[in-house]
């Protein structure tokens, strides 16, 4: 009678000590019970009584000692169950909805009232019912399904996309006798795994038209450089027949003019050159190498 009140969790062995305490007290103080005084029949019986009362005594402790302690699991497993963000349904081997937690009614919208005794496709979109009895198919062979991603229906209409992991319940005797269900929505996730496609598919897109561009920039600055040499080249071959054919006839300065034209010519040329190095930079491996700023500068 005092165990339930007692919050210590080895009370029935605490109050079962008590009354052997108070047993063998008895047994040893009590004149009309105590053999050792009377040496009756009588005290005898009592005697096999008072001992029979501690076996059952300590017996009743040990039964209340281990029914509280699985009451007790029992209840920090359906306060772990309760206090779920996930849904966490039970139901039958025929898909009979036993037991529905708050995250169950918290992701679907309806409440243990409205759930349990229906049949789990009561929150299948219509399209995804024929999973129904595959999913019953492997649960009453034991299987166990984990992480299974498909598409649920709450009460409004809305559908959800869920992760659902399927775990078989076997009783103390190895009988299968149902499953529990939990269901986890994963509507975001899926919905951030859309953008990133997308996302992806973009920058893919952007990649192949940015390989296409250097491509086209590299042929171009090819073209251009050699279509621009050539005239140089003409430049630069008459300034020199100019100069060596009209020798006698220029003075210093238009040998001078002659050049700065010779010059120029040469200096574009590798410009011209040096932008098509440059252009195709992109294209190959870069090896850093140190460099003389001094000499840059200067030049």
Request: charged share 20%; aromatic share 8%; net charge negative.
């Amino acid at each position: 009678l005092l165990t339930p009140w007692l919050p210590h969790g080895k009370s029935p062995y605490l109050i079962a000590g008590v009354c052997t305490v108070l047993a063998v007290i008895g047994l040893l103080y009590s004149p009309g019970v105590n053999v050792m005084h009377s040496g009756s029949a009588i005290a005898g019986y009592a005697v096999a009584n008072r001992l029979m009362s501690i076996f059952m005594i300590w017996a009743t402790a040990f039964l209340t000692y281990q029914y509280r302690q699985r009451t007790e699991i029992k209840l920090r497993l359906a306060s772990i169950i309760e206090s779920s963000h996930d849904a966490i349904i039970g139901e039958t081997l025929e898909g009979e909805v036993t037991s529905w937690n708050k995250g169950a009614e918290q992701m679907f919208g309806y409440s243990p009232q409205e759930s349990i005794g229906q049949l789990m496709t009561f929150i299948f979109p219509p399209d995804r019912i024929p999973e129904h009895p595959v999913i019953l198919e492997k649960l009453n062979r034991g299987i166990q399904i984990k992480n299974f991603e498909t598409v649920r229906r709450r009460k409004d209409g809305q559908d959800i996309h869920v992760s659902v992991t399927i775990s078989p319940i076997i009783d103390r005797w190895g009988h299968l006798i149902g499953a529990s269900k939990i269901v986890r929505n994963i509507s975001e996730q899926k919905h951030m795994e859309s953008l990133l496609a997308i996302q992806n598919e973009t920058l893919s897109r952007h990649a192949e038209s940015l390989k296409q561009s250097n491509e086209e920039l590299e042929q171009f600055a090819y073209i251009a450089s050699h279509d621009l040499q050539e005239p140089l080249r003409t430049i630069h071959g008459f300034t020199q027949l100019l100069a060596e054919r009209y020798q006698d006839r220029l003075d210093d300065q238009a040998r001078e003019f002659i050049g700065f034209v010779t010059d120029g010519a040469d200096r574009m040329q590798i410009l011209i050159q040096d932008l098509l190095k440059y252009s195709r930079i992109q294209a190959q491996d870069l090896k850093t190498v140190p460099v003389n700023g001094e000499e840059v500068l200067d030049e």
